[in-house]
C-alpha cells in the first residue's frame, strides 16, 4: 500500500461513505462536485485508484461502476502507522505530546484517551 494524493483520498472517502456499496462514476462525480472537478479529471483519479488496487472497476452496461478494494480501516492503519514512523520516530508518546502542544486537548479528550488505554491493556494489548 502507499499514501494517496489528497485529490485520490477524497475519491476514496466518497466511496467509503457508500460502506461497501458499489456506486457508478456519475453517482460519485455527483457526490464530489464541491471541488470543481472535470469530468476528464475525475475519470483520471479514477484510474488511478483502480491502478493502484484501491479500487474496482466493473462495466455495466454504458457505465463503470466503482467500489473500495481497500478498507477505510485498512488505509487509516497503514497511513497513521506511516506517520508514526516518519514524522515521531515510531513514538506514540511523542506523537500524543505534539497533539497535546498544538491542540490543547480539552479534559474530555484526554479521559477518552485514558479510557482507550486501560481498554487496551484490559484486552492484553
Known amino acids: 500500500m502507499r499514501r494517496l494524493p489528497d485529490t485520490e ?6 466511496l467509503w461513505e457508500l ?3 458499489p456506486a457508478a462514476r456519475a ?6 462536485r464541491d471541488r470543481g472537478w472535470a469530468t476528464n479529471t475525475f475519470n483520471t483519479y479514477l484510474a488511478r485508484l483502480a491502478e493502484k488496487g484501491f479500487v474496482t472497476c466493473e462495466k455495466r452496461g454504458r457505465s463503470n461502476w466503482y ?8 488505509y487509516l492503519e497503514f497511513e ?10 515510531s513514538s506514540l508518546k511523542n506523537f500524543v505530546a505534539s497533539l497535546a502542544r498544538g491542540a490543547k486537548l480539552e479534559r474530555g479528550e484526554l479521559d477518552e484517551l485514558q479510557q482507550y488505554l486501560d481498554e487496551l491493556k484490559r484486552d492484553g494489548l
Open 80 to 89: 497513521s502507522g506511516a506517520v508514526l514512523s516518519r514524522v515521531f520516530g
Open 27 to 32: 453517482e460519485l462525480e455527483e457526490r464530489l
Open 67 to 74: 467500489a473500495p478494494a481497500v478498507s477505510r480501516e485498512a
Open 9 to 14: 483520498l477524497e475519491v476514496m472517502k466518497a
Open 19 to 21: 460502506e461497501g456499496r
